[in-house]
């Protein structure tokens, strides 16, 4: 059982690991060994989901989410196997934790007072004046 959250528990079988080779820079070792981690879990068909958080979890994962509502992660960061499927693991419950935290309420919209209006324009009026000074002197 992955503990994402207090309320949110992944069962072990919800979640497919799969041993894939690395890309990248390597040598012969690269070629030969599977150390790269492939991390598939069902979000559309997941019982462990609520609602609102699956629907966010839509939203976060971007790309790395199938047509079918799968969400793939792949972890290769690490030489080590085992390291790679912790990475993926804490990738997952981060991403799901990501998407149980409810969204800020929306701002909002504030209106400026007469006051600060009031100073603004006059503020306004005063650096018209000064500027206005600034110009040729006429004799009229």
Do not use: W
């Amino acid at each position: 059982m992955i503990e994402v959250t207090p309320a949110i528990q992944i069962a072990d079988e919800e979640v497919q690991l799969r041993a894939v080779r690395a890309s990248g820079p390597g040598g012969q070792h690269v070629n030969k060994v599977s150390t790269a981690i492939e991390l598939r879990f069902d979000v559309r068909a997941s019982p462990s989901l609520p609602e609102p958080v699956r629907a966010r979890l839509y939203g976060l994962a971007g790309s790395r989410l199938t047509m079918d509502g799968v969400l793939v992660l792949v972890a290769q960061e690490h030489r080590s196997q085992e390291l790679n499927r912790q990475a993926a693991v804490e990738r997952l419950i981060e991403l799901v934790r990501e998407a149980a935290r409810p969204p800020p309420p929306p701002r909002k919209k504030t209106r400026p007072t007469k006051a600060s209006k009031e100073r603004r324009l006059k503020a306004k009026a005063q650096r018209s004046g000064v500027k206005s000074m600034r110009g040729k002197v006429r004799f009229d």
